[in-house]
């Protein structure tokens, strides 16, 4: 895929690039989205939260984290003594990615060509807040902000470096809570994210 670059402004404010990414033609998903969806929150903020890419709702919104997921996400968050609104939240994939195998209306998870593809808005977003640190929710936002595969259960007790050279802290991706079959192991999964979201507001060595 060409890739985002050649539609990213020189402009670094939020809507101005949110307005450009809704032209973007980076990659082919555009052709099938209803809406871009990019990052939101203040742009001083200290976390920069990244997740997959757009599902159902935020595509027909336009906003990042407004489903289900997005409810479990401000749970941990408020439990780890956040609030949704101190933290910029984005995706590693600004547009939705339907699948083709399973038929109209089932989002699928962006590839490893999408992410690559659409990293130039990250790059910009990164360059507009700044932040302290990086926390990648699942194995494809680990991808778009260190540019390689981890596990999650390898990872987690770590600090890695993302490909600005920003500190990140990876963890499990909302839905891995949701979609669990135990309940254990969803109060479980819950409860390290929890402790991954607190971990990333140590103060920086
Ligand atoms: N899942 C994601 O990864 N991002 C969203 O915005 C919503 C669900
Ligand atoms: Fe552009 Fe990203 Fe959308 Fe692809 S997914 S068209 S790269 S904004």
Redesign the pocket.
């Known amino acids: 895929y060409p890739g985002a670059e050649q539609f990213v402004p020189e402009q670094r404010n939020r809507d101005d690039l949110a307005m450009a990414a809704a032209d973007c033609r980076g990659c082919p998903l555009y052709k099938d989205a209803e809406h871009v ?1 990019f990052g939101e929150g203040p742009t001083d903020a200290r976390l920069m939260l990244v ?5 159902r709702n ?1 595509d027909k919104q336009g906003r ?2 407004i ?1 289900d ?2 409810k479990l996400l401000e749970r941990v968050l408020e439990e780890a003594g956040l609030s949704r609104d101190e933290v910029y939240i984005t ?1 590693a994939v600004k547009h939705i990615r339907w699948s083709v195998e399973d038929g109209p209306g089932n989002p699928k998870a962006p590839g490893v060509k999408h992410i690559q593809a659409c990293r130039p808005w990250l790059d910009a977003e990164m360059q507009m807040v700044t932040p302290q640190r990086i926390v990648a ?1 699942g194995t494809r936002a680990a991808r778009g902000v260190l540019g390689q595969e981890v596990t999650i259960s390898k990872s987690r007790d770590q600090f890695h470096t993302s490909l600005w050279g920003v500190e990140v802290v990876v963890t499990y ?1 909302p ?1 891995a809570v949701l979609r669990h079959p135990v309940s254990e192991e969803r109060d479980r999964i819950f409860e390290r994210m929890v402790e991954d979201l607190r971990r990333a507001q140590r103060p920086l060595e």
């Open positions: 969806v997740g997959e890419s757009p599902g935020e990042p984290f489903g997921a997005g995706n929710l991706h839905a």
